[in-house]
């Protein structure tokens, strides 16, 4: 049966999110925007990662006037400072050193904006993860394995990440690796894009 709503387009470039996304059977292409993701004068986590999904989404939407466009954007927090992704190893044994033993929030944020009809939704959905007491040689076993050196917060929870925590709690564990299906997926209804239709 052919496509009866706009394109529907990633505004990512990261695989976790492509991967994600994939998993509810619609079809959709990926563009990687151009956003300076640096935080602002006294911008907390939820307003950054809430104005960069929406960034990235309208930023590609400049290039493609019939489309829905998805965009997100997400840090990971603990005690209120903010932690990006590490980029290399020395970070990332930093950021799990710090996350020892502590409870780490993780922030979401998810656009979804019709490019043709202006509309936009916005959401932040948050996500936190108990970290069990962690060793040195465990943080640096687990990296070496890994190499989780783009994933905020320095683990991949649908891999071996899974080992390091005591407890997760939040609504939506598809938000912990980068995008809220189920939020998503209500989004998309608003849209008229129901994903279990025919």
């Known amino acids: ?49 809430s104005r960069l999904a929406e960034s990235k989404a309208k930023a590609v939407a400049e290039s493609h006037p019939n489309a829905l466009i998805i965009g997100s954007d997400q840090v990971a927090t603990i005690e209120g400072q903010i932690l990006g992704k590490p980029g290399n190893h020395e970070k990332a044994v930093e950021q799990l050193m710090q996350a020892s033993g502590k409870r780490v929030s993780f922030l979401t944020g998810l656009c979804l904006h019709h490019s043709t009809t202006g509309n936009t939704q916005l959401w932040c959905e948050p996500f936190h993860v108990e970290f069990r007491e ?14 989780p050196y783009n994933c905020a917060g320095s683990f991949k929870s649908e891999g071996l990440g899974i080992c390091l925590f005591q407890r997760m709690e939040g609504d939506d564990p598809s938000s912990l690796i980068g995008l809220p299906l189920i939020r998503l997926v209500n989004m998309l209804r608003n849209e008229g894009v129901d994903v279990l239709g025919p």
């Open 1 to 49: 049966m052919p496509q009866t709503h706009p394109p529907l387009i990633l505004a990512s470039s990261s695989p976790f999110r492509r991967e994600l996304l994939s998993r509810l059977g619609m079809e959709f292409s990926s563009v990687s925007p151009a956003v300076d993701e640096s935080a602002l004068v006294d911008e907390n986590a939820e307003m950054l990662v």
């Open 134 to 147: 962690l060793t040195r040689d465990e943080i640096e076993h687990y990296l070496h394995l890994e190499k």
